[in-house]
């Protein structure tokens, strides 16, 4: 029984660097992990909240823009 744990510790010890792999976005126009997300523009006005993200695909060279937590849409 110890075997078995000792197993899977193992395999989450040597899986943790690939976790920011699996997590990181996907480009919707290639469909490859490569996205990055760029500054996003400040606002003019001081009480103005801007809640848009700016995200750009390093192989396709497409812009995105996400409002909130929605779909990402090209620019």
């Known amino acids: ?3 078995s744990y000792m197993v899977f510790v193992l ?3 040597m899986l943790t660097p690939f976790l920011p792999l699996m997590l990181k976005g996907k480009c919707p126009t290639c ?3 490569k996205l990055e ?3 996003t523009p400040q606002a003019t ?3 103005a909240i801007s809640y848009t993200s700016h995200h750009r695909c390093k192989a396709c060279s497409a812009t ?3 409002e909130r937590s ?3 849409t090209p620019v």
């Open 45 to 47: 006005d001081e009480n």
């Open 11 to 13: 395999l989450a010890v």
């Open 70 to 72: 929605g779909p990402l």
């Open 31 to 33: 469909g490859k992990r």
């Open 64 to 66: 995105f823009t996400r």
């Open 1 to 3: 029984m110890k075997d």
């Open 37 to 39: 997300t760029l500054e």
